[in-house]
């Protein structure tokens, strides 16, 4: 995890590990994360986003673990490896029938896994886009499993996308081509830096 020193007030570059709960070629959440990654190379040097892609990862199942719940097939170790590397989460997820979808729920189940949960005490935030309730109630979903997981939710601003309102927001490969809704995504991505800085900065007192 980036530290903070005291020495300096320069800030940490912090790693942002960033989920896409859609397996969609071409996901509006997939493109969500592209824009992130453009905005922190192009205007918050203080974050970088390293997207963890979750397609790969078998279902869960405690029969896969072994030596005493500790050891986990290799895709599930190198997700674990990077959930544990990381300074705080970004989740980009559709609804799907109220919920996260079930690819990202597998994640995040593998992850909190063995003795030791790896999402525990991190700044999150998660982006949606979908139809009339722009995903709202899938975030809201999410925001109740990170209580158990102990995540940290930003709660203000929301991003949650009605992706069929004029003017488009996405286009035909996913990508994010709505400014306003791009300059929304950069005040989400500073608002998670804020916390997760706020957070370290507590753990340091
Ligand atoms: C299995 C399934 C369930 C869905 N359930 C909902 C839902 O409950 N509410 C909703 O607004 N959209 C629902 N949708 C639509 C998706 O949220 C929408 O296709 C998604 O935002 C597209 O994201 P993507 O481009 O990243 O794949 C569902 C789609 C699928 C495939």
Not at 10 to 37: M, N, Y
Not at 57 to 75: Q, S
Not at 145 to 170: M, T
């Amino acid at each position: 995890m980036g530290s903070v020193t005291a020495s300096t007030t320069a800030q940490p570059t912090l790693r942002v590990a960033a989920f896409c709960g859609s397996l969609r070629k071409d996901s509006w959440h997939r493109g969500l994360i592209r824009a992130a990654e453009e905005l922190c190379e192009e205007s918050i040097p203080g974050l970088r986003i390293d997207h963890v892609d979750i397609s790969g990862l078998p279902m869960v199942n405690p029969d896969l673990e072994t030596d005493g719940g500790e050891g986990f097939p290799p895709p599930v170790e190198a997700l674990r490896e990077r959930v544990r590397a990381a300074d705080c989460f970004l989740f980009a997820s559709p609804e799907y029938n109220y919920s996260v979808t079930a690819s990202l729920k597998n994640a995040l189940d593998w992850a909190s896994r063995g003795k030791r949960n790896c999402w525990a005490d991190r700044a999150a935030a998660i982006v949606c886009a979908g139809g009339d309730f722009g995903g709202a109630r899938a975030s809201l979903h999410l925001r109740q499993i990170g209580v158990f997981l102990d995540l940290h939710f930003i709660n203000k601003p929301e991003l949650h996308i009605r992706a069929f309102a004029e003017p488009p927001k996405f286009d035909e490969e996913g990508n994010l081509i709505d400014a306003v809704t791009r300059e929304r995504l950069k005040k989400v991505l500073l608002s998670l830096q804020a916390l997760a800085l706020r957070l370290q900065h507590n753990k340091d007192d």
